[in-house]
Structures are given as C-alpha cells and as structure tokens.
C-alpha cells in the first residue's frame, strides 16, 4: 500500500485565503487584526521564524508589528512591553518568540500576556481552556494537525484510537486534549514508556512529536494509519527530516505528512487564524 499525502502546503494555502477573506471583512469594519511579535537576542534560527510570521501577516493582509531587543533587555522592561502591547487597541494578539535569554523567565512573560491575546496558545489559561472545553486559544502546532485530520473527513473521532508519542507543553499535552475534544479515545507515549510499537501499532492516528529521527519505523504502524509527523530534524545530509522513518512507512500507512511541506506550514497559518480569531472577539 502507498499512502495518501496530506499536504500541509495546499492546505496551509487554502486556510490563508480564508483567513485574508476574514481580515479583509474585519478591516472594513473598522478592526485591522494587529500581531505584535516580540524578539528578544538574535537567535538565527528564531530571526528566520519571526521573519515569516510578520511575512505571513502582511500577506493575509493583518497589521504586524515586530519588536526586535538587544539580549541584554531584563526581563522587567520585557515584561513593561507586554503590559503596553496587552493595552493597545492595534494589536490582538502577542507572541514572544521562544527561547528568551537565559535570565529572562518564560514563563513569567508568557504569563505576563492578556490570555484575550495569547494566540500562540502557550499561556495557562489558554491550556486551561483547552482542558475544560471553553474557549480560548488552541497551540498553534497541535491545531494545524487536527485541520490536518479534518481536511481528510476525520473531525469526529469518535471509535478511533490515537496515540501521541511526546508530552511537551507546547506540542504533545494540547495535541492530545483536542484528540480527546474530537472524541478520539487517546494513549499519550513519552521517553518512559515501555513498548511503544505495542502502542502506535493499535493507533488508526499517530502523532509523533519528540524530536529523534525514525522513531516511528513501519514495523510500528498499521496498515491504513494516519501517521502526521510533527518531529523536525536533520538527516545525514543535513536535510530537514521528521520523526517518522517516511520511505517505510508510506508503504504502511494510509495517509502521511511528509517533511517538509507537512506539519510545518501549518503551524504559521494557524497563529493567523487565531489572530483573526482573537480581533473578532473584539469587533
Ligand atoms: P520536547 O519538548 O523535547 O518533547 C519531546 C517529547 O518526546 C518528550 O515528551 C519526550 O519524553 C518524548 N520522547 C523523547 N524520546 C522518546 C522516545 N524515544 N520515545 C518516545 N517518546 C520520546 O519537544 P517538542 O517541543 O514537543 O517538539 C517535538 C518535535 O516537534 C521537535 O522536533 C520540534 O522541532 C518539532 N516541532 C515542530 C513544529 C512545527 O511547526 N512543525 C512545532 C513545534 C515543535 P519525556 O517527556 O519523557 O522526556
């Protein structure tokens, strides 16, 4: 069997030209959705990331704003920029790009953020939210895989069983509550599980976010899968690879993202989409 692809570039496409459709209705109702991204030190790899965002936003038509400090910023200054940024009528929604300087407390300034603007999803309340079923703001990561799961006529997962293997805040623990929101029945694996081929070998949806490249080989899949890989790493050319060993498991699986062009896209589209969101509960 070869499996179907669930390609994150199309639909990251299709998703942006609604989200340009919802900012541009929003703004002749007088509400231009503003992003504020915040930079602290100069990270390449969180330059390039800050860059596409702000990209993304001026080419779905939302107004942005990127904030780039010095590494030597202290965390009260920081702390002083959010508390104007929570204030600003412009801007609905704050990011702080992750990892800060080392003396500077995440979550402190995650915390620090108006959870009405928390679009990357990271602050307790939004976690919270996610937990009891109210509204709030989705992790961006986890939500561009479940649109993933939809976009393939899987929203109800009601009779499925999905396995997540990884349990970060930020990917894994809000991946797994909106599976359990959609009425997957959900195991969670993590570097102490015992047997986790026993485990994804059950799964009809397999998430695998840790990090290490084939952790998810075919002999742990089965047959007719949707496998989505979040994981992001190199391979021995240096080449951008996921968690999932692609070549043997797309013979498995029924469906697969593949890296890159899967996950990836997604997860920017869906900070627009939670941006808009954010400035039409103000509108
Ligand atoms: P993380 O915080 O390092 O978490 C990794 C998780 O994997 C942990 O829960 C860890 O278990 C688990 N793990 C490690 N080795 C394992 C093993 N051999 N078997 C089973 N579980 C294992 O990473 P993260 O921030 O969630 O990110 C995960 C991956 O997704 C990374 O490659 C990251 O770059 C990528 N990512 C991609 C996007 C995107 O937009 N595509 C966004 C975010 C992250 P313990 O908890 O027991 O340590």
């Not at 496409?13 to 459709?21: F, G, N, Y």
């Not at 990917?171 to 909106?178: E, I, R, Y």
């Amino acid at each position: 069997m070869t499996a179907q692809l669930i390609d994150g570039n199309a639909l990251s496409k299709q998703i942006r030209a609604e989200v340009a459709q919802r900012a541009a209705a929003l703004t002749a109702r007088g509400v231009k959705p503003g992003l504020a991204v915040i930079l602290v030190g100069d990270n390449p790899a969180s330059q390039v990331y800050v860059r596409n965002k702000v990209k993304a936003c001026e080419d779905g038509g939302l107004h942005s704003v990127l904030e780039k400090y010095d590494a030597a910023m202290t965390e009260a200054e920081l702390l002083a920029r959010i508390d104007a940024l929570n204030n600003d009528p412009a801007i609905h929604g704050i990011l702080v790009q992750l990892p800060l300087p080392k003396h500077i407390d995440d979550h402190k300034v995650i915390e620090a953020i108006s959870p009405a603007k928390d679009v990357d999803g990271f602050h307790v309340s939004s976690a919270g939210a996610l937990m009891v079923g109210e509204v709030g703001f989705k992790a961006c990561t986890p939500y561009g895989c479940m649109k993933m799961l939809e976009s393939i006529g899987m929203k109800d997962l009601r009779g499925k069983h999905a396995v997540v293997i990884g349990r970060s805040n930020i990917v894994g623990k809000p991946m797994a509550m909106m599976l359990l929101a959609a009425n997957a029945t959900v195991t969670i694996c993590h570097s102490g599980t015992a047997d986790l081929g026993a485990m994804t070998r059950q799964a009809d949806i397999v998430v695998a976010a840790v990090g290490k490249r084939d952790v998810l080989t075919a002999d742990r899949v089965k047959p007719g899968a949707v496998v989505i890989d979040v994981g992001m790493n190199r391979n021995d050319e240096g080449k951008l690879c996921g968690d999932v060993d692609f070549a043997g498991v797309k013979e498995v699986a029924g469906w697969i993202t593949p890296v890159p062009g899967g996950v990836g896209p997604m997860t920017i589209t869906m900070l627009l989409v939670n941006t808009i969101e954010a400035a039409e509960r103000c509108a």
